[in-house]
């Protein structure tokens, strides 16, 4: 497996329903992120949509860091810090695949605005 360490872009992100159908993405048509990987085992990630004007319940932003291990193909987040308080003290899960150079972080089915979806972020590293 290649070198998680480093600075990685959000590129694109896709979702599909529980009956995997794909599903409008989250952040939006033009997602924006960094995530960030310390060889210490620290990480961070911000993610957002990009777009300048949203109606209401529209759009997306998430924060998080904390400590992560790798094991095998799946990514581990103890959070110890986020923009969504209930993931403090929880731990993120993701299954890890790259595509050539493209880092795509997986996490789990999960109720998303009231349905269950699944999502796939697609990440490059650029330092």
Do not use: C
């Not at 990685?8 to 993405?25: E, H, Y």
């Not at 952040?27 to 990480?43: N, T």
């Not at 759009?59 to 790798?70: E, F, I, K, P, Q």
């Not at 969504?84 to 972080?105: C, H, N, P, Y």
């Amino acid at each position: 497996m290649p070198n998680l360490a480093g600075t990685w872009r959000l590129i694109r992100t896709n979702a599909f329903d529980a009956q995997g159908q794909p599903i409008t993405p989250p952040y939006g048509p033009k997602p924006i992120g960094l995530a960030m990987f310390h060889p210490d085992g620290r990480m961070m990630a911000v993610l957002n949509d990009s777009r300048p004007n949203l109606a209401p319940g529209e759009g997306a932003y998430m924060s998080y860091t904390g400590r992560y291990v790798v094991e095998g193909n799946t990514l581990r987040t103890r959070v110890d810090g986020s923009s969504d308080a209930s993931r403090v003290g929880g731990e993120q899960v993701r299954t890890i695949a790259f595509e050539k150079d493209i880092l795509k972080l997986s996490p789990p089915l999960r109720s998303w605005g009231g349905s269950m979806q699944q999502h796939e972020l697609f990440w490059e590293k650029i330092g």
